[in-house]
């Protein structure tokens, strides 16, 4: 499945770059990920932890770097995992391009996410809404981390967003979803939110 | 005084609904509602895998979990002989997986504790390693050279196919295609579908050692069918074994298999000697239990140039997932499918049906449908319409041509049933009437000319309903007949049992109607009681809308027996002899002095105090009845639609249904059926389907993806009637509850094909989704939705 999403933080366009190549420090941006290994240059092992409601499947998996291109400010990620109890796996491949913007930096994140097992029959629409949550918990994270660089102090004291409770996670999909069903039945037509 | 029928709630008053009473203030007693002292709760581990081999499974985890009481694997269940059951369909079927899983979804384990939370916190803490297998989606890669094989636990099993069988001439039909002028075609596949009743199924297992008995709550349509197999595959005594079948949440044929959970609980009640209660979620119910359809339909029709059918061809390709669980009552290995075009007067037929095993839920049940007779109109009036098409002649005259006249009845089918009677033309003409034909076909002209797509889709057919008789229909060899009990108290009040069991179709409120018509005691005194093995009659349950033709006619005969008797009383207190008494409703009279009577109550009261010499006394008695043939209803239904071709978005205009189902016993619930049928008509067209992407992966496990209509999606129908009475079922009814499921689909989706007419577009399958709507719109070619599906 095709997810797409997009946030935005108020650093420069180089920075955020600079960010990018710190895979420790993105990955702590990650809620419920963390790094066990890295094998060599660009791969590494870790954990993912989703909790959403009732739901807690926890992936052990690796990440590749496929591709970094200066030019374009992008970057590739290859990552699949095993759930742990052998209730599925997951692979996804993750594109990010950065985009400078009047403000700072728009991060257009795309992904193409195959799912197999328990946590595909939670359904495409709940993993795409589970899947914004992360992606803005994930923005808030990237966005605190990058302002206490720009001011010189240690990122990993910075406190992160709380990784979020498997309640909050599904109350906050949950609403994304209602809004969805509201937007159908009772707003004008519009493509991009469907 | 005459008695008036409708008044006391006879035949023919739409009586309000005597079970609503509690439905509707939550006084229902479902399954989940029985909470019995001691009571353990139950939870599933299920397959993530459509097909993996099972490597290791540790489960002890679980068991460090306080509150945990037992964890059962295959294996467990394997040392104790209960790895396997046998199916309905005389396969075997896994209880829990102890190879490989065969099917996402599948029983792994299960946990037993103190209450459903921590069980399922136990399920959680079970760790199992699969070995990953290739999965086999559907039949075409079931038969691809490197398939896999499913079942490798059966002995000279060597590939994916369940069966091959055939019906018909062969010869004959040969004999009619090489003498046609025109031969049409059609192929296309009825997706998977799932009844997904409001209510999942659960039950609540209770042995008691002291007693040696076991009870069960069970959500069942057939709690007779389950107390035999129970005993079978348990090998309990069958007078040790209740099953309790209390209130249910809807049924649509979902609750009529043995699911391995029920199983599963009356194991773990042995075992433990502690009521053991599970309660399946939603997503265990649609990823698991019976599933409908799943068919890939071929046919051709042979046919002259002046629209008469010679003849025509049928292949099936039947998809029945990881076993085969078909829970159908008939010998025919394919259901009841060759009932196709049993309206239409055809010499030459000939079917040929494979069905195949593919990593899919098990379980095909008659998902609102005598079995595979939906698959079987649906493709019977797509396949009119086409040929209609490819005549050049009007839909609704190519039927009338070929339609079976109304004076040839008994009529012979193609395939050799025997349909019973009807009025086909009259309820077309009353059909096109109504949706005003000549007229929409003006409009839809008019419209066209402004760019705008509108269609008129017709669908007609009649269907088998009732089963049996008992001379082609058994369930495991038990013969397909039902029963019903009657005990009238002295005071004239009766209570009343059968061998059916309700789940939503009001058998409550429509018993007691044909009670108060055969003996004129008001529907209102007269209880109704079913579903508990230790105090009804055997019977055989309800589905395949088999309730009014068998149990319902069994209602009525041992009414009738109660009748007999209460005339020898009636002699008896009247003082003449039993030829001269006559009956009206309610009441024998002297035939030469007719104000002289007694009226049934009067005789009631007499059964207990006052008997002519040599009687037994009391007033109850019971009927078997085995029907001599399947009741035929008739029914056309029209759909006027509009297609966005911008969009693929079709809107329906109106929705007409005519239906004969014979003597209406209460219109109001015969017209709730209706409306109810039409609604899931309308839903699988639409937007229901269970389908599956390349892994096997069940897409439609959850309410976000398998999409139910609501209210506001739902079209308005327009319901007219006619009443062409049954002539072998006691009070002249045909069954009804199935019809608008069965021959609704293919009006909605013939009216979008016409509307699309000229495009060179022939089939779109169902559900007509709006991206394939819109693919065949512009690229003009036909769109199969076959899984596996793309997921985005």
Not at chain 2, 329 to 349: R, T
Not at chain 2, 600 to 605: D, F, R
Request: with cysteine; hydrophobic share 40%; proline share 5%.
């Amino acid at each position: 499945m095709k997810i797409a999403n997009e946030f935005e933080v108020d650093q420069p366009i180089d920075d955020v770059w600079e960010f990018f190549d710190d895979i420790p420090q993105v990955a702590a941006c990650l809620p419920g990920t963390t790094l066990t290994d890295e094998v060599e240059d660009d791969h590494y092992q870790g954990n993912v932890l989703i909790s959403a409601g009732p739901v807690k499947l926890e992936f052990a998996g690796d990440a590749k770097i496929l591709e970094r291109n200066n030019a374009d400010r992008s970057i590739t990620v290859d990552a699949n995992g095993a759930e742990k109890k052998g209730r599925g796996q997951a692979a996804m491949m993750l594109d990010a391009d950065l985009n400078e913007t009047a403000t700072g930096t728009r991060v257009d994140v795309t992904m193409d996410l195959q799912l197999s097992g328990a946590a595909a029959q939670y359904g495409r629409g709940l993993v795409k809404d589970v899947t914004a949550v992360l992606m803005d918990d994930f923005a808030a994270n990237m966005q605190n981390r990058l302002v206490a660089i720009a001011a010189g102090l240690d990122p990993n004291q910075v406190d992160a967003v709380k990784p979020a409770s498997g309640f909050s996670i599904a109350l906050r999909a949950a609403r994304t979803a209602l809004a969805r069903v509201f937007r159908r039945f009772f707003m004008p037509y519009n493509p991009e939110l469907v | 005084m005459t008695l008036d029928e409708v008044k006391i709630g006879g035949l023919g008053a739409s009586r309000r609904r005597v079970e609503d009473n509690r439905f509707i203030r939550g006084k229902g007693n479902y399954v989940d509602d029985v909470v019995l002292p001691g009571m353990l709760h139950m939870e599933i581990v299920r397959s993530p895998l459509a097909h993996a081999r099972i490597k290791k499974i540790d489960i002890s985890g679980a068991y460090k979990i306080p509150g945990v009481r037992l964890v059962m694997t295959g294996e467990m269940m394997a040392a104790r002989n209960l790895g396997w059951m046998p199916t309905l369909s005389y396969d075997t079927q896994a209880i829990l997986a102890t190879d490989k899983v065969r099917f996402q979804g599948q029983e792994v384990a299960c946990v037993i504790a103190d209450d459903p939370y921590i069980a399922r916190d136990g399920c959680e803490a079970i760790v199992i390693e699969y070995e990953p297998l290739q999965p086999v989606v559907n039949p075409m890669q079931a038969v691809a050279p490197d398939a896999p094989l499913i079942r490798d636990d059966k002995v000279n099993q060597t590939d994916n196919i369940v069966f091959d069988w055939e019906v018909g001439d062969v010869i004959g039909t040969d004999q009619a295609f090489a003498e046609a002028d025109v031969v049409s075609e059609i192929d296309m596949h009825y997706p998977r579908s799932h009844p997904s009743p409001i209510e999942a199924c659960g039950s609540i297992a209770d042995y008691d050692r002291s007693t040696s008995k076991l009870t069960v709550y069970m959500t069942t349509q057939a709690p007779h069918i389950i107390r035999a197999a129970v005993s079978l595959v348990a090998e309990l005594p069958e007078h040790m074994i209740r099953i309790i079948s209390p209130d249910l949440g809807g049924g649509f044929g979902n609750k009529v298999p043995v699911y391995p959970g029920y199983v599963m609980s009356i194991l773990a009640s042995i075992l433990l000697e502690q009521p053991v209660k599970w309660i399946e979620d939603k997503s265990g119910n649609l990823i698991s239990t019976g599933f409908g359809r799943d068919v890939y339909l071929k046919g051709q029709m042979a046919l002259r140039n002046d629209g008469k059918i010679l003849g025509v061809r049928m292949h099936t390709d039947s998809d029945h997932g990881a076993f085969f669980a078909d829970a159908q009552p008939s010998k025919f290995k394919i259901g009841l499918m060759h009932s196709a075009f049993a309206c239409y007067d055809i010499p030459n037929a000939h079917l040929t049906a494979r069905g195949y095993y593919t990593n899919k839920a098990p379980g095909g049940v008659a998902y609102r449908c005598s079995f595979r007779v939906t698959e079987a109109m649906f493709f019977q009036e797509r396949m009119v319409q086409a040929a209609a098409d490819d005549l050049g002649m009007d839909q609704a005259e190519f039927r009338r041509k070929n339609f079976v006249r109304d004076d040839d009845f008994p009529h012979r089918t193609p395939f050799g049933f025997l349909t019973d009677s009807g009025q086909y033309e009259k309820c077309l003409d009353v059909g096109l009437e109504a949706i005003g034909y000549d007229d929409f076909l003006k409009q839809k002209e008019e419209a066209a000319a402004r760019g705008r797509l509108l269609g008129i889709g017709i669908s007609t057919m009649t269907e088998p309903l009732g089963a049996g008789n008992s001379r082609e229909y058994d369930i495991l060899g038990i013969k397909m007949f039902d029963s019903a009990e009657l005990r009238v108290h002295m005071t004239g009040k009766a209570i009343l049992r059968t061998g059916a069991k309700t789940q939503g179709q009001g058998h409550e409120t429509t018993w007691a109607q044909i009670v108060a018509h055969e003996l004129g005691i008001p529907a209102e005194d007269v209880v109704v009681e079913e579903g508990d093995t230790d105090t009804a009659p055997f019977g055989m349950g309800t589905y395949a809308s088999r309730s009014t033709p068998v149990a319902g006619a069994a209602v009525s005969m041992v009414s009738r027996k109660i009748r007999a008797k209460s005339r020898k009383i009636a002699a008896h207190l009247l003082e003449v002899s039993e030829e001269d008494i006559d009956w009206e409703l309610g009441r024998f009279y002297v035939r030469s002095a007719p104000d002289r009577g007694v009226t049934i109550q009067e005789c009631a009261m007499a059964a207990y105090s006052n008997v002519p010499d040599g009687m037994e006394p009391g007033l109850e008695n019971n009927a078997y009845y085995d029907p001599p043939n399947l009741t035929w209803p008739f029914a056309c239904y029209i759909a006027t639609v509009e297609v966005d071709p911008l969009t693929g978005v079709w809107d329906v205009l109106r929705v007409v249904a005519v239906d004969d189902c014979g003597v209406r016993i209460n219109p109001m619930i015969v017209e709730g059926q209706i409306m109810g049928g039409l609604t899931e008509a309308y839903a699988m067209a639409n937007m229901q389907f269970i389908t599956f992407d390349a892994d096997g992966n069940c897409v439609g496990g959850n309410y976000m993806d398998y999409l139910l209509p609501t209210a506001w999606e739902t079209p308005g129908f327009e319901l007219h009637e006619v009443v062409t009475p049954c002539p072998h079922h006691p009070i002249g009814a045909k069954g009804i509850g199935e019809c608008a499921t069965v021959g609704g689909p293919a009006a909605f989706v013939n009216a979008v094909i016409d509307a699309l007419k000229g495009t060179g577009v022939r089939n779109i399958d169902m559900p007509l989704l709006p991206d394939r709507v819109y693919e065949a719109v512009t690229q003009h070619h036909d769109v199969s939705g076959a899984p596996p599906v793309k997921t985005d």
